[in-house]
Every structure is written in structure tokens, then in C-alpha cells.
């Protein structure tokens, strides 16, 4: 088990997410126990790839077993604060497979075209 800082004070995070407030959320002490009770929950493998869970538009071509190394919202924090420390809310993902849902993955593999001439000064 991860050794991690000690609790410093009690934050309504429901409050704090409101605000706008994510990142202290994301690198708070109460995170980082929740993501590793999910981790932990789900024998850190990836529920996407092993064809677990998918979030209705995105789907795994291929079942295969892949470490998981993220822990991610189904229902976003930003939507519903008050379910950013529940255990049902969250799953464990992949990297890449967080990238696919989260749609960034689009844009990591895009190929730069290179320019027809270079300029030279």
C-alpha cells in the first residue's frame, strides 16, 4: 500500500468541486484512498478491454487484459459533485482506454503534414 500524507482537515468537496475547485480534489488524500480502494476493487485491470463496462458510445474491438493505471468517473464530478467520492461512480481504466472514452484519443496518433516547401530564410 502507497504510503500517502496525512488527513489534514475535513473539505466538503461537494462545495469545492462547485467552485471549480477539481484540481485540489484530484490531488487530495480522500482521492487518493477512493482510487485505490477502486484499483483494488477491480484487481487492477482495465474493466474496458476486458468488455466489463462501456459507456454506451464507446466500445472495445478486442478483449484483452490490460493493467489498469486510472480511475474514472462514469458520472463526470462536474455534473454531480456529490458523487465524486462514491465507489459506484468510478471504474478502472487504462490509459489509452481513458483517452477513447474521454475522446482525446482522436487527437495523440494525428499524423503533422509536412510542409509542400520549406521555408528558408
Known sequence: MKKRRARRKYVNWEVEIAKGNTDAFYN???????????????KGKCQFFLGKWNDGKHFSKTIKIVNADTVHHIIPIKERPDLALDINNCISLSFEAHEIIEERHRWSWRKKKKPITEERW
Request: net charge negative; hydrophobic share 35%.
Open 28 to 42: 487530495s488524500t480522500d482521492w487518493e484512498i477512493l482510487r485505490e480502494k477502486v484499483l483494488e476493487r477491480d
